[in-house]
Structure formats: C-alpha cells, structure tokens
C-alpha cells in the first residue's frame, strides 16, 4: 500500500469506529422506542374498551331511571 492510502485508512477507522457505535446506541433506542409504542397501544386499547364499557352503563342506566336528562323540566 501507499502511504497516502495507509494514511486515508488510519484517518477513517476512528470515524468508522465511532459511526458504527452511534448506529448500535441509535438501534438500541429504536427497540426501546418501538417497545414503548407497542405498549402504549396495548394500554389505549384496554382503556378503550373500559370507556365503552362504562358508556355503555350509563346508557342503561339511563333508560332504567326514565328521566331524560335533555328535556326541561316542567317549570319552564
């Protein structure tokens, strides 16, 4: 080899190194981050499900009780 291409190779093998180390911290982060997602979507779709759920007593609890709380009363 030539000594200016020994010299570009030993320039480039510290920038080499630390490139691939801030690709493996940035995948790493790219895991946790996708792990995070996934369970938050868990999450949202447990809450989801309670709200409806709880929507869905109120509704009958309305109809059982027979007021219907969007007329006026009487004394209007």
Known sequence: MSKTVE???NSM???LAETETKISYL???IDDLSEI???QGRELEKLTKQVS???QKENERDD???I???DKPPHW
Do not use: A, E, I, Y
């Open 7 to 9: 010299n570009v190779d």
């Open 13 to 15: 093998s510290p920038r």
């Open 27 to 29: 995948m790493k982060d």
């Open 37 to 39: 997602v996934t369970k």
């Open 53 to 55: 759920f709880l929507m």
């Open 64 to 66: 059982l009780s027979g």
């Open 68 to 70: 219907v709380l969007g």
